[in-house]
T-cell receptor, first 113, second 111 residues
Framework: ETGVTQTPRHLVMGMTNKKSLKCEQHLGHNAMYWYKQSAKKPLELMFVYSLEERVENNSVPSRFSPECPNSSHLFLHLHTLQPEDSALYLC????????????FGPGTRLLVL | SQELEQSPQSLIVQEGKNLTINCTSSKTLYGLYWYKQKYGEGLIFLMMLQKGGEEKSHEKITAKLDEKKQQSSLHITASQPSHAGIYLCGADNQAGTALIFGKGTTLSVSS
């Protein structure tokens, strides 16, 4: 148990669906992250939030839309995804955005049909 | 952009044997993190190394940072089935805003 939870753990969606991934951290951290992990590839950073403000958007397609309502919660809204978006989506948090250890949630396994 | 290369990509060792995993960076390392992941699950933080020559241990796992070689090694002594999983190294990106990762080393321990 790392103090970071993600729901759902598994998600199957069609290309026309809209769904959301949720992440919650119970560590009192101020920074939260979304990463994508695909087979045979390194983890790819998607978004970075510091105190609810987005500080980095790593050239992610607009069909992925993040939301950070407060420093404990992070969402990733999904719409009109492609099959190649199937992956493990990992949320992480750290005390600050500045060379700090990140703690990861268990991930959401997403399958786009 | 910075890249981390891990070697080997995978290895199978017999229970009780020692093993080493390497992580080499294409650029200067400012902070090096080791994580363990079970397939399809999240990453568990193992250790962080910041200074050249730094060495840390946790139970039977030891990690070292060679700043000059831009490399870190993870050594497991007397491996056990519980050590099986994917080991990932991560490093602070140039902006210091997030981590970049290697592709991982998959370890299997046969009993």
């Amino acid at each position: 148990e790392t103090g970071v939870t993600q729901t759902p753990r598994h998600l199957v969606m069609g290309m026309t669906n809209k769904k959301s991934l949720k992440c919650e951290q119970h560590l009192g951290h101020n920074a939260m992250y979304w990463y994508k992990q695909s087979a045979k590839k390194p983890l790819e950073l998607m978004f970075v939030y510091s105190l609810e403000e987005r500080v980095e958007n790593n050239s992610v397609p607009s069909r992925f839309s993040p939301e950070c309502p407060n420093s404990s919660h992070l969402f990733l809204h999904l719409h009109t995804l492609q099959p190649e978006d199937s992956a493990l989506y990992l949320c992480a948090s750290s005390p600050r955005v500045a060379k700090e250890t990140q703690y990861f949630g268990p991930g959401t396994r997403l399958l786009v049909l | 952009s910075q890249e981390l290369e891990q070697s080997p990509q995978s290895l199978i060792v017999q229970e009780g044997k020692n093993l080493t995993i390497n992580c080499t960076s294409s650029k200067t390392l400012y902070g090096l993190y080791w994580y363990k992941q079970k397939y399809g699950e999240g990453l568990i933080f193992l250790m962080m190394l910041q200074k050249g020559g730094e060495e840390k241990s946790h139970e039977k796992i030891t990690a070292k940072l060679d700043e000059k070689k831009q490399q870190s090694s993870l050594h497991i002594t007397a491996s056990q089935p519980s050590h099986a999983g994917i080991y990932l190294c991560g490093a602070d990106n140039q902006a210091g805003t997030a981590l970049i990762f290697g592709k991982g080393t998959t370890l299997s321990v046969s009993s």
